[in-house]
Every structure is written in structure tokens, then in C-alpha cells.
């Protein structure tokens, strides 16, 4: 395990399986020392969705900050099948947040703060990324919130 790997065991997380693409994409793709990682809806380990619905309509603050942390493991699951190690991450260079939201919920940065800890929890200074969080209708299967990301890699 590396130390990145153990950093999230000492979070009590675990890699799953990387979930595979629902239509015509790949997981990620690697151009020279960039890995672009496709969004990543917040399903659990067990496949079920953390969250499920709109952020002011019936999803709370705190239950959108989990879903977002849940899309950030799920990242990390693409980069780990995508390079074999998370340890090969030397930057986390950008993250974009989807957030299923209603009309009025205006705080979707701090719903995407659970996916942006984590990985500083995870990456340390190396995971301060740009970021970008916007509010949409819907999203697959309803889920409240989907992450992307942009790493530089070795």
C-alpha cells in the first residue's frame, strides 16, 4: 500500500472498484504528464448512490458534503486503475463540481468542500487544486452531486 493508499485507510476509506462508463467514454485519459479523470457520480462502495436529489429540495448541506467526498474516492479509484498507484499523483491540479441543485441553493462550494478536504487530506499541499462548482437541473440517476478532476501525474 502506498502513501497516499494509507492515508486513506487512516481516514477509514477504501479504494473500490473503479465503476465503469455508463455510455460512450472512457474512466480516464493520460496526455503526457496529465490525467484527465471523466465526473464521477457519488455511489458508495455497496453501488448505491450517498446521495440521491436536489441540494435545498430535500438533500442537506452535510449530506451533499458526503456526496461530493464519495465522488472524490471515486476519483481516486479512476487514477488508481488508470496509473496503478495513487503514489504516481503529484498534483491535483483542478476539480469541477457538479451540484444537483435546486433554483435557490446557493451554497454549492461548500457542498464541493467535500470533495476539495479530501484531497488535501489525501495529497496535502499537492492536493490544492483550482476549482470550479456550479449547480445543475439533474444528473445521472438523480444523484445529488458528480466530480471531475485534472491531475498532474508522473
Known sequence: MG????R??????VIPPAAAPVANYVGAVRTGN??????QVCFAPDGTLV??????AGVSLEQGQAAARACAVNLLAQIKTALGS???????????????ADPAFLDT???MNGASDLMVAVFGEHGRHARTTIGVAVLPMDAAVEVEGLFEVA
Open 3 to 6: 502513501a497516499h493508499e494509507q
Open 8 to 13: 486513506l485507510a487512516d481516514l477509514g476509506l
Open 34 to 39: 496529465l490525467l484527465v479523470v471523466s465526473g
Open 51 to 56: 446521495a440521491r436529489g436536489k441540494l435545498g
Open 86 to 100: 495513487l503514489d504516481r499523483v503529484r498534483h491535483v491540479v483542478r476539480l469541477g463540481g457538479f451540484i444537483n
Open 109 to 111: 462550494p461548500k457542498v
